[in-house]
Antibody, heavy 119, light 109 residues
Framework: QVQLVESGGGVVQPGRSLKLSCAASGFTFSSYGIHWVRQAPGKGLEWVAVISYDGSNKYYADSVKGRFTISRDNSKNTLYLQMNSLRAEDTALYYC????????????WGQGTLVTVSS | QSALTQPASVSGSPGQSITISCTGTSSVVDGYPYVSWYQHHPGQAPKLILYNVSKRPSGVSNRFSGSKSGNTASLTISGLQAEDEADYYCSSYTSSKTVFGGGTKLTVL
């Protein structure tokens, strides 16, 4: 079955960097776009970024544009999110999610990895 | 502030039907067929329950249905059950950007 496992979260100081990973299995990773979505404590879901199946197209939310970079390694079935210049407002549970149905909808999600930005 | 507005909370009794609205600003919803709905139980991964406004993924109960009129999409849950108590989010995919609504907490009384 489809499995997405996020890792790399932790506590980091404002202004520092962190790189998240999402290991995928149970499907043909190289055939699907993948999203990062986050949820700040007590808040709703917020879309962060998406990368196309082959990595040729990448799009970002305005709140992270210029600071975050999404990438993928299809040979390793792994998605990444490089987060630079972190701010307190980036504190959240970060999910990776597999796109499906060609409509931007995500039919499979990981359990998330927690990022806390605090001094 | 989200470009998609949902009521903060709705409630209903077991067996009843409820509807959650999702109203978009400008053209976020109107004219775009890519509206999805997610169910999110705290501590679990979100679950896709509707895509393309009204289509159900395999395995999702037919008690969940969706519609869209103008810039407002709606999720209807019929025959409410205790396990339906969760947070519900709409989302719209436009021009390679996805937007989520603020979420609606459904309480089953």
């Amino acid at each position: 079955q489809v499995q997405l496992v996020e890792s790399g979260g932790g506590v980091v100081q404002p202004g520092r960097s962190l790189k998240l990973s999402c290991a995928a299995s149970g499907f043909t990773f190289s055939s699907y776009g993948i999203h990062w979505v986050r949820q700040a404590p007590g808040k709703g879901l917020e879309w962060v970024a998406v990368i196309s199946y082959d990595g040729s197209n990448k799009y970002y939310a305005d709140s992270v544009k210029g600071r975050f970079t999404i990438s993928r390694d299809n040979s390793k079935n792994t998605l990444y999110l490089q987060m630079n210049s972190l701010r307190a407002e980036d504190t959240a549970l970060y999910y990776c999610a597999k796109e499906s149905y060609g409509s931007g909808s995500c039919d499979s999600w990981g359990q998330g990895t927690l990022v806390t930005v605090s001094s | 502030q989200s470009a998609l507005t949902q009521p903060a909370s709705v409630s209903g009794s077991p067996g009843q039907s409820i509807t959650i609205s999702c109203t978009g600003t400008s053209s976020v919803v109107d004219g775009y067929p890519y509206v999805s709905w997610y169910q999110h139980h705290p501590g679990q991964a979100p679950k896709l329950i509707l895509y393309n406004v009204s289509k159900r993924p395999s395995g999702v109960s037919n008690r969940f249905s969706g519609s869209k009129s103008g810039n407002t999409a709606s999720l209807t849950i019929s025959g409410l059950q205790a396990e339906d108590e969760a947070d519900y989010y709409c989302s719209s995919y436009t021009s390679s950007k996805t937007v989520f609504g603020g979420g609606t907490k459904l309480t089953v009384l």
